[in-house]
């Protein structure tokens, strides 16, 4: 079976959303983001998929939703985690992007977790990263990102592996 990551940011409250949109602005994050996910299958909710312009450009976009005959342009629709598992489990990495719910989901059987942490506090944050068993991860790998005027906040880039 494939790897299946996750990649997430939140703030000090483990938030990761307001009203459907990032509460911040961290282009470190987003090129980040970007990056690890480029030429993957990226999975997420229709939320998720409803938030950007369009289907994420230079990656397959699997979107999980109840409703099977939900129609998206640029994206697969699938309704369940073990459909997704199926059509896409043989792919070398499936990367879950969001959101909560879909996090809920894939979590029990995720194996490696990309945390953006930011320092801050974000007011209106109605969208949460759900609590999950931390005793299972183990740390791998922890960067301080660059403060800047384009980056303002105190943020770091932990990996975690499933021990």
Do not use: C, H
Not at 10 to 15: A, K, L, P, Q
Not at 36 to 42: F, L, R, S
């Amino acid at each position: 079976m494939s790897q299946i990551s996750m990649i997430w940011a939140m703030d000090t409250n483990r938030g990761i959303g307001i009203q459907n949109r990032i509460p911040w602005r961290l282009p470190a994050d987003m090129a980040f983001f970007k990056s690890y996910t480029t030429g993957k299958t990226v999975v997420m909710g229709r939320k998720t998929f409803e938030s950007f312009p369009k289907a994420l450009p230079n990656r397959r976009n699997v979107v999980l939703s109840r409703n099977a005959d939900l129609a998206l342009e640029g994206a697969e629709v699938v309704t369940s985690v073990e459909e997704v598992l199926e059509r896409y489990g043989s792919e070398e990495e499936l990367v879950v992007i969001g959101g909560a719910e879909i996090y809920n989901l894939f979590m029990p059987i995720a194996n490696k977790l990309f945390v953006t942490e930011i320092d801050e506090s974000f007011a209106g944050t109605d969208a949460f990263m759900p609590a999950y068993d931390e005793s299972q991860w183990v740390l791998t790998d922890s960067k301080l990102g660059e403060q800047n005027e384009k980056n303002p906040y105190v943020y770091r880039f932990l990996t975690y592996e499933r021990s």
